[in-house]
């Protein structure tokens, strides 16, 4: 199963884990709207900044490997 992130398998899984994370632990609790905006925010730059992070290891990768031919 992939969800097309362009992430590895690893990445891929932990990735789900913090959005489970985020949604049981943050959206049933009880805390204030503020708090839960700012946690939201955390956890979805996180995320993104994952993916990104990825596609430019995977970009040089390339570029490497284009260079080394």
Known sequence: MSFKLGVKGIQEVLVLVLMLVFVFGVLYSQMELTYKIGIT??????????????????QAEE???????
């Open 41 to 58: 925010v955390l956890v979805f730059s996180i995320i993104l900044l994952t993916t990104v992070a990825t596609q430019a290891m995977k």
């Open 63 to 69: 570029r490497q490997r284009l260079k080394s031919n």
